[in-house]
């Protein structure tokens, strides 16, 4: 009975509960949790299986209920702009922070022997690379930023001739509404997900895995703490609202967040807590929140500033305008390069640890505390893409304030 008491709760307290009965499971299970290990796989993958779709269907179907190609092309321009500058912002963040409570000074740390490829940083084949040469092919590999580039030119182009294709309009605006059921279906198992991947974790790394690093996880969590609040004062100077209300209703968001440590796996519930509970109209939340989840990577942006920063520190590497500056821009583009998944920031890392001249080995080391780090931060890309989203609506009029304002909902 108790059991099925739990199974009636809201979905972000079930959450709670199974991470919660997943630590304990870790630790007495130790080496053994990895048989677990499935459940959380399952979860992940049947989450990524409605990705592509999810993306093709809600931006197409969003850009066809626009007025016009124009309102599009607004969004567009208002999303990626918005998004922008709140990265930069979050470098920011935690450059400052960084630089002002030094938290890798007297760290004992070794470095870590091995080589590691390290990205290079190609501006001409970054935009290259947004338009895909095959709209299949980057369906079926996954390559999110190329399917929602696709996705934006078919939709704008349907737009235009929608009076002439108003059976193919209806594909994509049905295949939206099925999407949508499917994925609620699947959130429904989100609590044993999140019970097999927390379980694996605790029980194959341990506690013992912060002990080293303990400082760089306190500063990344203080970190996206301040981002937080910045997030409040974006909603009050920019949407003109009580930003309560907005973290009040993206608890259960950000739980899943802070449990699955990817942005895709917790768009689904971000779509549905935005237009039932938030009021941001249909057109912003199928437009511009898929956006946000491939580009929009504030977390990302305080994990690699503050644990290159963190390093930088330890080792004692004299620090200037010009390397600080490269490193600014490192961060930027690899938050916004990341892909939105468990770990994807680490790839990222090792270039901004060469800007400083540290060793790349020492993406190893941070490994160990990915995990922790991938959930705090993405609990700060789940909402800064909540956020935007909402002043983009709002700057559009098309928010309902009373949905908004309603605390019932």
Known sequence: MKLLKIWKLPLWQQVIISGILAVFAGMWL?????KVKFLGTIFINLIRMVIVPLIVFSIVAAIITMESSSKATRLSLKSVVSFLITAVGAVGVGIILSLIFKPGVGAELPVMQGKHEVPKLDIEQFLVGLIPDNAIGAMAEGHVIQVIVFSVILGIALLSVKDKTPTLANVFSEGATVTFKMIEMIVKIAPLGVFGYIA?????????????????????????????????????????????????KMVEPMVMALSTSSSKAALTTTMRVMSTKLGVS??????????????NMNGGAIYLSTASLFFAHSYGVELNPYNIGLLAFTCTIGSIGAAGIPSG?????????????????????????????????????????????LIVDKSENTLHLNTYNNPHL
């Open 200 to 248: 694996w974790s605790v029980g194959t790394q341990g506690a013992d895995v912060l002990l080293s690093l303990g400082k760089l996880v306190i500063m990344v969590i203080f970190t996206c703490l301040v981002q937080l609040i910045l997030y409040a004062i974006y909603i009050m100077i920019f949407a003109r609202i009580n930003p309560l209300m907005f973290f009040k």
């Open 282 to 295: 249909q057109a912003a939340t199928n437009f511009v929140l898929p956006i946000g989840t491939s580009i």
């Open 30 to 34: 130790g080496q053994e949790a990895g």
């Open 345 to 389: 920031i680490l790839l990222f890392l090792g270039l901004s640890l060469e800007t400083l001249g540290l060793p790349v080995e020492l993406v190893a080391l941070v490994a160990g505390i990915d995990r922790v780090l991938d959930m705090v931060t993405t609990v700060v890309n789940v909402t800064g893409d909540a956020c935007i989203t």
